[in-house]
């Protein structure tokens, strides 16, 4: 469509326009961008002497918005951080199903819980998209083989700040490691999440004592990094918070690191 100033004249318009179409002519519909938009109308001051420019400039964004089909921004704002995206919830389908796997949800997909990885004393965290609004009644865990003296699991759900970590949600769920086995663990507070919204899993072990989790295969994050042959799957705590998980997150003590991402999953 060639958005020239001599086509397309609105109902007691000047025919004429002389911002909106001689800066967008010989650009097609499916291809313009909105910061282009954006860009045209700036500046436009909104006032009477400017009405048919600002016509112009609704009815092109219109047409740009029914060619790509794109509404966001129109219907819905924009919500900055969040990752719009339908994932089936366990309550919407056979109740046999009703645990969300979250240590596997897009962007993040991995291998489903096949692997086991010996537990460290650093806090580690993974991000995964919530799948609905509710509070979490429970999580869950399996551990992989037991531990040799008294020893706990500990997981909690973070939320999130510009894509890291921020503050602990509810309180930690504590599971015994001197017992194998998929576990769920009621004890975790109110921990309210947003259907389509970032949270964080951090997960660490109360003491210096082996034992495995149940692990995703170590596939999926990749998050910043000094070289492209990193391959980062965790961020952890590298120091200062050995065997706990803290209630705030500090972002610069945060590194990533190649290590399993353990397997969970919320009963909401």
Not at 74 to 83: K, M, Q, V
Not at 183 to 195: D, E, W
Not at 232 to 240: H, K, N, Q, R, T
Request: aromatic letters at 8%.
């Amino acid at each position: 469509m060639d958005f020239s100033g001599d086509l397309m004249p609105l109902p007691d318009a000047n025919k004429k326009s002389p911002r909106v179409y001689p800066l967008l002519q010989n650009t097609d519909l499916e291809n313009i961008a909105f910061a282009t938009l954006q860009s045209t109308g700036t500046p436009i001051a909104i006032e009477e002497m400017n009405e048919d420019e600002l016509r112009r400039l609704v009815l092109v964004n219109l047409a740009r918005l029914s060619v790509k089909g794109e509404w966001s921004g129109l219907l819905t704002a924009a919500s900055a951080g969040s990752f719009n995206v339908e994932i089936t919830s366990g309550d919407d389908i056979d109740s046999t199903y009703s645990l969300n796997r979250i240590d596997s949800t897009p962007p993040w997909n991995t291998t489903t819980g096949n692997n086991s990885a010996s537990a460290r004393n650093e806090p580690m965290f993974y991000p995964f998209i919530a799948p609905e609004t509710s509070t979490v009644d429970s999580i869950v865990v399996d551990i992989a083989s037991a531990a040799g003296s008294t020893c706990n699991g500990i997981v909690a759900i973070y939320s999130d700040n510009n894509g890291v970590p921020q503050t602990k949600l509810g309180t930690d769920a504590t599971f015994d490691a001197t017992s194998t086995g998929q576990v769920a663990q009621a004890s975790v507070g109110t921990i309210s999440l947003t259907r389509g919204a970032q949270y964080w899993v951090g997960f660490t072990r109360s003491a210096d004592v082996s034992f495995s989790w149940k692990c995703g295969a170590p596939d999926s994050w990749m998050g910043p990094t000094e070289n492209l042959s990193s391959s980062w799957i965790v961020l952890w705590i590298a120091s200062g918070s050995d065997n706990t998980l803290p209630s705030t997150i500090t972002a610069t003590d945060l590194t990533p690191r190649g290590y399993s991402r353990i397997s969970v999953g919320l009963n909401q």
